[in-house]
């Protein structure tokens, strides 16, 4: 059976691409500490702007925003950035952070139960992504994948 | 997919088929023999699938580890990826009759993007950076008043789609001067409305400059060449 060359090389194209996934090298980062609603509302009330996105490892919109949450936390040195790890365990959420947050300048906690989200009123689903301003009144809440342009004029909003 | 994403492509769909129609009926693309709506449609389409391409992979994401993330349009596509995304593959179903092709549907292809900048106002992203103008708007529960900036974009675009049908039907403009002017209005809206955007890393507004002045040198050629 003869194949067309364009056929062939497509493949080879993609074999190659696929040997380029960022698979996590070296050690992986400490895994998110599991935190209660008081812990949270004490990280949340620092005194800064803060955005906390709501993720876990087995989300597939979560590893799809995971890159531009990490641009936003670069570009927003004044806004505190938290990532609430929900209904997951800590050797998956390691990976994910190595994988998807490795340049991200935020800190992770743990919600195994998932309640957090849930009594901030945001429901079930992740991602979530919450907007505080400094004076810890929550400005925004944006449910589902958040893009670039919402993520931007979010914290434009808080970060002044 | 979001809902609201859904209709913002609904509203840029219905924009596009109108155009079509009211230039249909008074003799647009009466030689063409490429079926416009969908050619149009299928460059759309092939459009958001490279733009979303490179958007993954600027962002490190593989598509081919990861191709799930391809259906995930809200998290991002690369506007330079879906403009190349789209006319190449415009250009591949054209490629018979490509300048006719071209001049045939500027006119729908500026309506649709006016209506999928119109379509704002069903995902809530309509706003942009602050403003005192008394037609500025804020988002829920801000006090801060916004420049709302695509609708701006989507006002420029309808009215270059409308002033392009119209110098085609009575000015009888010569062979690529509508699609280069409808370039140059595209790129050029994008170009005048990006400082009024709040981004985290800025558009690409040389991408906008060039295609303005690639647009722009299209169209003046071909009245150049028309009238010598």
């Known amino acids: 059976m003869h194949y067309p060359r364009w056929l062939i090389g497509l493949a080879f194209v993609a074999m190659t691409l696929s040997a380029c996934s960022s698979e996590p090298t070296g050690p992986l980062p400490p895994a998110p500490t599991e935190i209660g609603r008081a812990t949270y509302d004490t990280a949340i009330a620092s005194g800064s ?33 938290i990532g609430l790890n929900v209904k997951d365990s800590p050797g998956d959420a390691q990976e994910f952070m190595a994988r998807y947050l490795d340049d991200a300048d935020m800190v992770h906690f743990a919600d195994s139960s998932g309640r957090i989200p849930i009594d901030l009123g945001a429901g079930p689903g992740v991602p979530v992504t919450f907007f505080y ?14 893009d670039e342009p919402t993520l931007a004029r979010f914290l434009d909003e808080i970060d002044r | 997919m979001e809902f609201s ?21 008074r003799g647009n693309a009466a030689g063409c023999a490429l079926n416009l709506w969908d050619a149009g449609l299928t460059a759309a389409i092939g459009g958001v699938f490279v733009g979303r391409l490179f958007s993954m992979l600027s962002a490190g994401i593989n598509p081919l580890t990861d191709p799930g993330q391809i259906l995930l349009v809200r998290s991002g596509v690369s506007t330079v990826g879906a403009t190349v995304g789209a006319f190449a593959v415009f250009a591949f179903l054209g490629r018979r009759e490509l300048v006719t092709s071209a ?32 037609w500025g708007m804020t988002l829920e529960g801000s006090s801060i008043t916004r420049h709302p900036v695509e609708v701006y974009a989507a006002i420029g ?24 002017l409808a370039l140059a209005a595209a790129a050029g809206v994008r170009l005048a409305t990006e400082p009024m955007r709040i981004s985290l890393d800025g558009g690409p507004t040389v991408f906008y400059a060039v295609g303005l002045a690639l647009g722009l040198a299209i169209a003046v050629l071909a009245m150049v060449r028309a009238r010598s």
Do not use: Y
């Open chain 1, 49 to 81: 702007p803060a955005v906390v996105n709501v993720w876990a490892s087995w989300c597939l919109p979560c590893r799809s925003e995971a890159p531009l949450i990490a641009v936003g936390s670069t570009r927003h040195p004044d806004v505190t950035f």
């Open chain 1, 133 to 146: 301003a400094a004076d810890g009144s929550l400005a925004a809440t944006h449910r589902g994948i958040i």
């Open chain 2, 5 to 25: 994403l859904l209709a913002a492509a609904a509203i840029a769909t219905g924009a596009f088929w109108l155009m079509l129609r009211w230039e249909a009926k």
């Open chain 2, 103 to 134: 001049d045939a549907i500027a006119p729908s292809a500026l309506a649709a993007l006016a209506g999928w900048h119109a379509g704002c106002l069903a995902t809530s992203g309509c706003l942009g950076t602050e403003t005192t103008l008394a």
């Open chain 2, 157 to 180: 675009l309808a009215l270059a789609a409308a002033g392009i049908a119209l110098w085609k039907q009575h000015g009888r403009p010569p062979a690529s001067a509508p699609f280069g």
